[in-house]
C-alpha cells in the first residue's frame, strides 16, 4: 500500500534561516513524488513534482527536493526561507491517478 | 485562464440537516477530484470523475455521501444527513486529458480553495 509520512508537524524557523521539511513514503511500485504549498486562505499550490529523471528537483520560490530511493525520503529544502513562505506544506505520491498526502508540516518563519 | 473554483468557501449546519458543495473545474479538464481533510489529519481523497463518469469512488466514507457531475462539466458533492465527523475542509481538483487506470498514471492536478464545512 502507498503512504506518505511527513515526520514534523510544526516548523519554526527564523527569517534567512535554512530550513528542510521531512516526508518519507512507501510504495509498492515506482513513484510519483510531490510538494504541495497551502498558503492562508487559499489552495493548495504545486511546489515542485518529481516524476523521474535527476533525483534533485527545482521548484518555485527557490525551493528544492531530493528523491532518496534507497532512504524512501523526498524531503524539501530551502537555503534562506521569507516571512512570505510561511504556510502549510503537503508532501504526496501519486497512485493510480489520486494522490495520497502526508499529514501537512506548518511551517513559520519568524522575523 | 480561471482556476477551480469552489462554493460556498464555508458552510455551517446543524447535524441532520443536507448540504451540497460545488465544484467548477478548469474548462476542459475531464477529470475531477474531490478531497477531504478532517481536523488534524491527512487529505484524504474521496472520488475521480473521468468527465460525467465515476472512475473511482473508494475513498467516499459512506452512503451519505452523494457525487454528481453533470455533463461532464461543473461537480456537487450532497452530504445527507450531516453528522458531526463530516466537518472539514473538502478541496476539488482538475486535471486535463485520461489519467489512465495504472498506478503510475498522473496528470497534474489543480486545486480550488476549498470549502470548510462546520457541522454543529
Known amino acids: 500500500a502507498q503512504s506518505v509520512t511527513q515526520l514534523d508537524s510544526q516548523v519554526p524557523v527564523f527569517e534567512e534561516a535554512p530550513v528542510e521539511l521531512r516526508c518519507n513514503y512507501s510504495?509498492?511500485?515506482?513513484?510519483?513524488l510531490f510538494w504541495y504549498v497551502q498558503y492562508p486562505n487559499q489552495g493548495l499550490q504545486l511546489l515542485l513534482k518529481?516524476?523521474?529523471?535527476?533525483?534533485l528537483v527545482k521548484g518555485i520560490n527557490g525551493f528544492e527536493a531530493e528523491f532518496n530511493k534507497s532512504q524512501t525520503s523526498f524531503h524539501l529544502r530551502k537555503p534562506s526561507v521569507h516571512i512570505s513562505d510561511t504556510a502549510e506544506y503537503f508532501c504526496?505520491?501519486?497512485?493510480?491517478?489520486?494522490?495520497?498526502f502526508g499529514q501537512g508540516t506548518e511551517l513559520s518563519v519568524k522575523p | 485562464e480561471a482556476g477551480v473554483t469552489q462554493f460556498p468557501s464555508h458552510s455551517v449546519i446543524e447535524k441532520g440537516q443536507t448540504v451540497t458543495l460545488r465544484c467548477d473545474p478548469i474548462?476542459?479538464?475531464?477529470?475531477l477530484y474531490w478531497y477531504r481533510r478532517v481536523m488534524g489529519k491527512e487529505i484524504k481523497f474521496l472520488l475521480h470523475?473521468?468527465?460525467?463518469?465515476?472512475?473511482?469512488e473508494s475513498g467516499m466514507p459512506n452512503n451519505r455521501f452523494l457525487a454528481e457531475r453533470t455533463g461532464g462539466t461543473y461537480s456537487t458533492l450532497k452530504v445527507q444527513p450531516a453528522e458531526l465527523e463530516d466537518s472539514g475542509v473538502y478541496f476539488c481538483?482538475?486535471?486535463?486529458?485520461?489519467?489512465?487506470?495504472?498506478?503510475?498514471?498522473?496528470?497534474?492536478?489543480?486545486f480550488g480553495p476549498g470549502t470548510r464545512l462546520t457541522v454543529l
Open positions: 481538483a482538475s486535471s486535463q486529458g485520461a489519467s489512465g487506470r495504472g498506478p503510475l498514471a498522473y496528470n497534474e492536478q489543480f
Open positions: 510504495s509498492s511500485v515506482s513513484v510519483y
Open positions: 518529481y516524476l523521474s529523471g535527476s533525483t
Open positions: 504526496a505520491v501519486a497512485f493510480g491517478g489520486k494522490l495520497i
Open positions: 474548462s476542459g479538464h475531464d477529470n
Open positions: 470523475f473521468v468527465k460525467e463518469s465515476k472512475q473511482d
